[in-house]
């Protein structure tokens, strides 16, 4: 099959992905676009697990708007949209936050913040795959520092430090003013440096395997009762004040690394900061 037609394949199945993915249809309506999509895998024999495929293909909505122009409602619908998103992400309530933003894409495909923040909502949902699609769109349509760092994040999120250095080099790139894409570019040149030779990239992307992801640990009521236990003890504390000098003298760039890193993950604004006049995303 030629690569066009395969391409168009790929669009289709990520926009029956998202369908699927989606809280606006009932089971019984995924489960007919689940068979769809499993038709068309088995048809141009794509592999279903090969999360990649998703990645590397266009979005739908992107490729018939392409040439048509956004109306004057349409975009600020998608904006309230946006908003509303931004709003559940503060909340951390990721699903409707994804939810919102796939609605302001589809009224407006073309605004490339739309992408990028939802690429943050796929991140906390752990849809490392999603997030590293939805971040490439945002790139193709205006490339930005935020989206290339929130590429670099995904990556990490699976262990994939080539790729992660490479997405941290260019965000530090186009701001070099930004202290965390810097930081995050030495902790995952580090760590793609201290894996074994020949180490497969992405070979275990669970995210209790990376060290950059506590969203699990965040999001566990379990795990933080325990925590706090724990910094209760005092001798806990002189233990771990030791430990955090030790690693503060074998690098001195790594505590500082993760502040900034938790910094820059949990931060409360998802939207980008305006760096074109005619890509600028007002807040309200």
Request: charged letters at 20%; a negative charge; hydrophobic letters at 35%.
């Amino acid at each position: 099959m030629d690569k066009e037609k395969l391409d168009i394949v790929k669009s289709i199945l990520r926009f029956l992905r998202d369908e699927i993915e989606s809280t606006k249809l009932d089971m019984e309506q995924k489960e007919s676009l689940e068979v769809a999509k499993q038709c068309l895998e088995s048809t141009y024999e794509i592999d279903s697990g090969d999360a990649s495929v998703y990645s590397e293909s266009a979005n739908l909505y992107y490729l018939f708007n392409v040439n048509a122009e956004v109306s004057e409602d349409a975009a600020k619908n998608a904006e309230e949209l946006k908003v509303r998103g931004n709003n559940h992400m503060k909340n951390g309530q990721y699903i409707e936050a994804l939810d919102m933003y796939t609605k302001a894409i589809n009224l407006n495909p073309k605004n490339h913040v739309f992408y990028c923040n939802r690429a943050a909502a796929y991140s906390r949902l752990e849809k490392h795959w999603n997030a590293v699609a939805d971040c490439k769109e945002s790139i193709k349509l205006f490339p930005t520092a935020k989206a290339y760092g929130r590429l670099g994040v995904a990556y990490s999120n699976m262990n994939m430090y080539q790729d992660a250095k490479d997405a941290y080099s260019k965000a530090h790139e186009l701001d070099p003013s930004n202290a965390t894409y810097e930081q995050n570019l030495k902790l995952a040149d580090e760590l793609l440096t201290s894996q074994p030779p020949g180490a497969a990239q992405g070979a275990n992307p669970s995210p209790n395997a990376n060290p950059l992801n506590i969203n699990n640990f965040l999001n566990n009521p379990a795990l933080i009762s325990m925590a706090s236990q724990m910094i209760s003890d005092p001798a806990f504390l002189n233990m771990t004040q030791q430990l955090a000098q030790q690693m503060q003298a074998a690098n001195p760039n790594l505590i500082e690394s993760l502040r900034q890193t938790m910094n820059a993950n949990f931060s409360g604004n998802p939207d980008d900061p305006p760096q074109d006049p005619s890509q600028n995303d007002q807040q309200n």
